[in-house]
């Protein structure tokens, strides 16, 4: 089984940044990637995900603009920046990998981390 870890999360201000890393212990250059998010309580809902050659980027609608996914294969590592955060934005961030698609919803997710914490404070 692969795994992820990520890190880079904390607590930060509002409007301050980020900068979320998942690294992975397999071979994900043939992967896409992804990150999603979850509140306690709450489902887990995507957020951003690259495709295994970085040419296709995707989004949810309310981190459009201020978070950017980036990837480097040759590290095996996923990144998150992440700008401009806002309150809501805070939640345990999760790296996702699949072999084939991740797609907007985490089922069919191959392997996930572990999560990391993000605290927004206004």
């Known amino acids: 089984q692969a795994q992820l870890v990520e890190s880079g999360g904390g607590l930060v201000q509002a409007g301050a940044s980020l900068r979320l890393s998942c690294a992975a212990s397999?071979?994900?250059?043939?992967?896409?990637m992804g990150w999603f998010r979850q509140v306690r309580g709450k489902e887990r809902e995507f957020v951003a995900s690259?495709?295994?050659?970085?040419?296709?980027?995707r989004y949810r609608d309310s981190v459009k603009g201020r978070f950017t996914i980036s990837r480097d294969n040759a590290k095996n590592e996923v990144y998150l920046q992440m700008n401009s955060l806002k309150p809501e934005d805070t939640a345990v961030y999760y790296c996702?990998?699949?072999?084939?698609?991740?797609?907007?919803?985490?089922?069919?997710?191959?392997?996930w981390g572990q999560g990391t914490q993000v605290t927004v404070s206004s």
């Open positions: 996702a990998g699949d072999g084939l698609e991740i797609r907007e919803t985490p089922q069919s997710v191959d392997y």
């Open positions: 690259i495709s295994w050659s970085g040419s296709t980027k």
């Open positions: 397999a071979d994900t250059s043939t992967w896409d």
